[in-house]
């Protein structure tokens, strides 16, 4: 089963807004990644961390490395309708080794 | 440059049957990963190939997965006696090797009736 947590589980975002979700985990992970899922594709990587405390931007995303090792989370700044899909957090222990998955936030437009 | 691909996109089968999934990385990665993705999920690990061999297959939920990467490129999962909650996405995903960054493929929907 999942062993992250991420919120909120499903969001409405209104263009120009500013967004944030995060991910949190009952055990240490080494290595943090962001990625963005759409209907009928594979995840896409956004952000990558690798150190604790880092914080790193892409464009209109920023994602943080909790300095505990058990918590990251993402901001998506001035929010536009294709920023639409489903968020994923992953962790990773080891260089190479098999990312867990968080369940997903689901950023859907207000209507 | 081509990214990871996988086919068949869909796969529809009956209760029983065995299904090859098929998986081609990208060239030159040598780490391949194959995570299952259940409706509403996130996608759970399977098993990971560094080259041709198996590094970690922990995520196999039962002697009916099984995978194979014989030259250390394309990769294969072979499901046997398909069962109704086989029935998922199967991802596929490629890394230059001892690296997190994983690029994942568009997947296969596997339909079991």
């Known amino acids: 089963g999942q062993q992250l947590n991420q919120s909120p589980q499903s969001m409405f975002i209104q263009e120009g807004e500013d967004v944030s979700m995060n991910c949190t985990s009952s055990?240490?992970?080494?290595?943090w990644l962001w990625y963005k899922q759409e209907p009928g594709e594979g995840p896409v990587l956004l952000i990558a961390?690798?150190?604790?405390?880092e914080l790193t931007s892409n464009g209109r995303l920023t994602a943080q490395f909790g300095i505990t090792r058990k918590d990251s989370f993402l901001n998506i700044s001035a929010s536009i309708p294709s920023d639409v899909g489903i968020y994923f957090c992953?962790?990773?222990?080891?260089?190479?080794?098999?990312?867990?998955f968080g369940g997903g936030t689901r950023v859907l437009v207000k209507p | 440059g081509a990214g990871v691909s996988q086919t068949p996109s869909n796969k529809v089968t009956e209760k029983g049957k065995y299904v090859e999934l098929r998986c081609d990385p990208i060239?030159?990665?040598?780490?391949l990963y194959w995570y299952r993705q259940s409706l509403g999920q996130g996608p759970e690990f399977l098993i990971y190939?560094?080259?041709?061999?198996?590094?970690?297959d922990s995520g196999l939920p039962n002697d009916r997965f099984f995978a194979v990467r014989p030259e250390g490129s394309v990769s294969t999962l072979k499901i046997q006696r398909t069962e109704r909650g086989d029935s998922a996405v199967y991802l596929c995903a490629s890394s230059p090797g001892g690296q997190e960054t994983q690029y994942f493929g568009p997947g296969t929907r596997l339909l079991v009736l």
């Open positions: 961390l690798y150190k604790a405390g």
């Open positions: 060239s030159g990665h040598t780490a």
């Open positions: 055990s240490i992970f080494n290595t």
């Open positions: 992953a962790g990773s222990k080891a260089a190479g080794n098999k990312l867990t």
């Open positions: 190939f560094q080259g041709t061999g198996a590094a970690d």
